[in-house]
């Protein structure tokens, strides 16, 4: 369904997504901002804790992360089923999750199934 947002005199018409490809868009997405969490807990707050001493830091981004990574495990089993991933395939989209950077290659590897998708149902 398209939906017209009215924003001062001007319309923007919002494309028109399936459900499988608006899941894995939110997917890809979540898994982007899930990865540099984790970047950001390895690089900045653990150095910040163990050189300098902050200690709360640790605390505030570990939490972020361990909320945005349990949206991602539930994100991507739902994913998973729609798009019929194998269990292989989910698993290593799980290990992407533990790994820094990784979600930079998982990325690169879901993007064409998602073009693959909007042309296929348009």
């Avoid at 707050?45 to 163990?50: D, Q, R, T, V």
């Avoid at 972020?64 to 698993?91: C, D, E, N, P, R």
């Avoid at 999750?97 to 348009?122: G, M, N, T, W, Y």
Wanted: with cysteine.
């Amino acid at each position: 369904m398209s939906v017209s947002i009215l924003y001062i005199g001007y319309t923007f018409q919002t494309p028109e997504y399936p459900e499988r490809n608006n899941m894995l868009h939110i997917f890809r997405k979540l898994s982007l901002i899930e990865g540099g969490s984790l970047i950001i807990l390895l690089l900045i707050a653990m150095p910040a804790k163990y050189q300098f001493g902050y200690f709360d830091i640790v605390w505030l981004v570990g939490m972020i992360h361990g909320v945005l990574w349990l949206a991602y495990v539930t994100l991507s089993l739902t994913v998973s089923h729609k798009q019929g991933w194998s269990v292989v395939f989910w698993i290593m989209v799980l290990m992407a999750s533990v790994i820094p950077f990784a979600c930079l290659f998982l990325d690169s590897k879901l993007k064409p199934e998602q073009v693959e998708l909007l042309v296929s149902e348009r």
